[in-house]
């Protein structure tokens, strides 16, 4: 594991429980403790965790730092891709529809379906440039992307164009991504125009199915898109803290640790 990546796992712990220690974390991540102290000086530095004595403090702090789209990929890679695998598994029935999120790992599942014999049945629909790109050239002819401004920096199509478009249409499956989640402000990005979107997916869809890798929970964005119990799956891996996943469990929301 990359030092960034443990930092974020590392981050993402200390919102969820409230307090980390040193030994603990050094045992978990199969450390050393002054690695752990490290990490703990950088996080603190950025404002992520408070260090105190022996571990760090969860801060309170609202993110609203966004990465492209190429340093999201390189961002928990092996987790993404199995989170994707994890999500084919709700795909709609043939002949259904579903909302496709802009985000690195509904691209991973983007790629799936495009491979998939039977990819033909679905219509799909996506506020994602490079998404739609995908499935296009792959042969798939039930694709639409919304109408809108573009993003650079993610990527993602935005604005009341696609609001609009999305206001007139149902679907079967939403597949969301997200920069942040928590149990008292739900799903949460960066950027209102894109929150926007999301929130009107989420609305328009029979099931919701959040994709969300384990170094966002307990992170929080400035902007809330969802509450909690609007989900009705969160797919995530295997680094997601034991007492978090039970917590949504106990909220009545599924849970899958994708392998």
């Not at 050393?32 to 000086?41: N, P």
């Not at 799909?124 to 490079?130: D, F, G, R, S």
């Not at 919304?146 to 935005?158: K, P, W």
Request: include cysteine; charged fraction near 20%.
């Amino acid at each position: 594991m990359y030092a960034e990546e443990r930092r974020r796992q590392i981050a993402s712990l200390t919102a969820v429980e409230g307090r980390v220690n040193v030994t603990e974390l050094a045992a978990r991540f199969d450390v050393t403790a002054e690695t752990i102290r490290r990490d703990l000086a950088v996080l603190d530095a950025d404002g992520s965790v408070h260090r105190v004595h022996g571990g760090a403090v969860a801060s309170q702090n609202f993110q609203t730092t966004e990465f492209s789209v190429d340093a999201r990929a390189k961002s928990a890679s092996t987790a993404k891709s199995a989170i994707a695998r994890a999500a084919l598994d709700y795909l709609p029935d043939a002949q259904g529809g579903m909302f496709l999120d802009a985000g690195t790992t509904l691209a991973a599942l983007a790629e799936l379906i495009a491979d998939r014999p039977n990819a033909r049945q679905w219509s799909i629909v996506t506020n994602c440039l490079p998404i739609a790109m995908q499935l296009a050239a792959s042969g798939l002819e039930e694709v639409q992307l919304l109408g809108g401004s573009v993003r650079a920096i993610t990527q993602a199509v935005v604005g009341d164009t696609a609001l609009r478009t999305l206001a007139l249409m149902r679907a079967d499956v939403a597949f969301i991504g997200t920069n942040a989640l928590t149990l008292d402000h739900g799903l949460s990005t960066a950027d209102s125009q894109e929150a926007a979107v999301k929130r009107a997916m989420i609305t328009n869809a029979n099931k919701v199915v959040v994709l969300c890798d384990s170094t966002k929970m307990g992170c929080d964005y400035l902007v809330s898109f969802a509450d909690i119990d609007d989900v009705d799956v969160v797919i995530t891996d295997a680094g997601a803290p034991e007492s978090f996943v039970n917590s949504l469990r106990d909220r009545e929301i599924q849970v899958v640790l994708a392998e």
